[in-house]
């Protein structure tokens, strides 16, 4: 069975860190790409963060050069380095394959920025 346990969330103040973490059961991940999702209430899930096979990553703009996404496939888990955080970046943070699977959706791990 499929389950992604993402972690690593709270409460930082206006241009802090926080380091997501999304386990994956399963060997299958390392051969997939992964994305960190993130979403707030009234809106949809947006994709901030990707990761390929291979190493390749992509960022959408409003997290780029702030956010970096890294996979340890040997521990099948991929992460979320967030710097210079804002209150714009406030969400609950899901990891997912992209296109993400529908059923695979877990938790997700509450972000807050202070002000």
């Known amino acids: 069975q499929v389950q992604l346990v993402e972690s690593g969330g709270g409460l930082v103040q206006t241009g802090g860190s926080l380091r997501l973490s999304c386990a994956a059961s399963g060997s299958i991940f390392s051969s997939l790409t992964m994305g960190w999702y993130r979403q707030t209430p009234g809106k949809q899930r947006e994709l901030v963060a990707s990761?390929?096979?291979?190493?390749?990553?992509g960022y959408a703009d409003s997290v780029k050069g702030r956010f970096t996404i890294s996979r340890d496939s040997a521990k099948n888990t991929v992460y979320l380095q967030m710097n210079s955080l804002k209150p714009e970046d406030i969400a609950v943070y899901y990891c997912?394959?992209?296109?993400?699977?529908?059923?695979?959706w877990g938790q997700g791990t509450q972000v807050t920025v202070s002000s």
């Open positions: 997912n394959i992209l296109p993400p699977n529908p059923t695979w």
């Open positions: 990761i390929s096979r291979g190493g390749n990553t």
